[in-house]
Structure formats: structure tokens, C-alpha cells
């Protein structure tokens, strides 16, 4: 497609429950971001992604966050056993390759809501 | 710990007018600067970036300048159009970090 696909737009769950969040960054783009904005709050970094391996990882908040990417093409990013402090939108964003290459096209976010 | 503060959570500015917007960070490994635009219920879009090989940048109305020595970046938006009216967000990296650091926005209206 011709920008970075998220899916669902919006999701409300219930406390305990798992989700999953699915990417579809540019063809071509080799780096894929995680970001969540809870509210209120600035851009958060998750995870980036470069090909299928995630070189760094250091901002998923507990071992209740993991992602994964396949192909080099779309990622998903599981929450399980949500809480309600992971209410928030959950943004992800391609890029071509390294930073001062290029900026990072996000996508219009899933925003996450749990009860 | 912030490592990149906005600290005026918003700002109101006349049409026709200069908005400015500021931003601070704390980490000296920074090297590369962006500033993102964000309107309700869309990602965040590319502005306007700075390398600190430099102090300023400009693209149109946009300039942004970078001030090293204080830590200090700010973005200039000239003349203000409604159509500024979002949320900006200043980002940085340090290099070969691979990931853009956030601040945590300001919410720019321009009025009529």
C-alpha cells in the first residue's frame, strides 16, 4: 500500500484479556517502529525492527509486550493479560533505513482501550 | 527520565503571526534532530530535521534552529496559517541508535 496499514483501528478489551496488533509498513522499508502515545503523554519507543530481528527492544514495558515481524514485512504486536495502564494508542512507523537517511512514516495508530 | 522536554503543553498564536516552538534535551549523544506534525486521529507527520553539524534549517515557512551549547531547539513556523493548528512533536537520536526520542508535544492553534 502507499503508508504504513494498522489494524484494528480502535480495540476495546476487557482486563486480562490478550490483543494483538498488526503492522503493515511500506513495501520496501526495511526499519519498523513501535511507539505508543498514552494520554497526555509524548511518544513512547517499544521496539524497532530491522528486517525480522529487533536489534533493540528496551522499550516494552514488562514481559507482557512482545512483537514479532515476518518477511521483513508486517509485525505484530501482542499484549497479553492487558492492564488498564496499556490503555493507549499504539503507533508504528516505517522507514527506508538509517535515521539521518530518512524520516519515519507512521501509521494512523490502534488505539487500544482496556476496561 | 525526559531526555527531550517540550514544556508549554500548548500555544495560541494569530493568524499571520510567528509561532515559535521550543524544545530542550539533556543527552549530548543527540546528533540528529526532527520536528513531527500531528493532527487529531493521524500518525505523526515529518516536518523539518537538523544535523548538528548545523544550526539551522529551513524549508518554506519552516526554520528550525539548533543552539548545541544550551541544548536548545526551537521551530519557527512563518506566517502562521490555520492549517498549522496540531500537536508538534520534537524527536532526536543519538547515532547509530536507530530510534527517535519524543517529547512530549505542543498543541499549536492559530486563529483567525
Known amino acids: 500500500g502507499a503508508g504504513v496499514s494498522q489494524s484494528p483501528s480502535n480495540k476495546v478489551t476487557e482486563k486480562g484479556k490478550d490483543v494483538e496488533l498488526r503492522c503493515d509498513p511500506i513495501?520496501?522499508?526495511?526499519?519498523l517502529y513501535w511507539y505508543r502515545q498514552s494520554l497526555g503523554q509524548g511518544l513512547e519507543f517499544l521496539i524497532y525492527?530491522?528486517?525480522?530481528?529487533?536489534?533493540?527492544k528496551s522499550g516494552l514495558p514488562s514481559d507482557r509486550f512482545s512483537a514479532e515481524r515476518t518477511g521483513g514485512s508486517v509485525s505484530t504486536l501482542t499484549i497479553q493479560r492487558t492492564q488498564q495502564e496499556d490503555s493507549a494508542v499504539y503507533l508504528c512507523?516505517?522507514?527506508?533505513?538509517?535515521?539521518?537517511?530518512?524520516?519515519?512514516?507512521f501509521g494512523e495508530g490502534s488505539r487500544l482501550t482496556v476496561l | 527520565d525526559q531526555q527531550v522536554k517540550q514544556n508549554s503543553p500548548s500555544l495560541s498564536v494569530q493568524e499571520g503571526r510567528i509561532s515559535i516552538l521550543n524544545c530542550d534535551y539533556t543527552?549530548?549523544?543527540?546528533?540528529?534532530f526532527l520536528w513531527y506534525k500531528k493532527y487529531p486521529a493521524e500518525g505523526p507527520t515529518f516536518l523539518i530535521s537538523?544535523?548538528?553539524?548545523?544550526d539551522k534549517n529551513e524549508d518554506g515557512r519552516f526554520t528550525v534552529f539548533l543552539n548545541k551549547s544550551a541544548k536548545h531547539l526551537s521551530l519557527h513556523i512563518v506566517p502562521s496559517q490555520p492549517g498549522d493548528s496540531a500537536v508538534y512533536f520534537c524527536a532526536a537520536s543519538a547515532w547509530g541508535a536507530q530510534k527517535l526520542v519524543f517529547g512530549q508535544g505542543t498543541r499549536l492553534t492559530i486563529n483567525p
Open positions: 513495501s520496501g522499508h526495511t526499519a
Open positions: 512507523a516505517s522507514s527506508l533505513g538509517r535515521l539521518a537517511d530518512g524520516e519515519l512514516f
Open positions: 543527552n549530548s549523544m543527540f546528533d540528529y
Open positions: 525492527f530491522q528486517g525480522n530481528s529487533a536489534p533493540d
Open positions: 537538523i544535523s548538528s553539524i548545523k
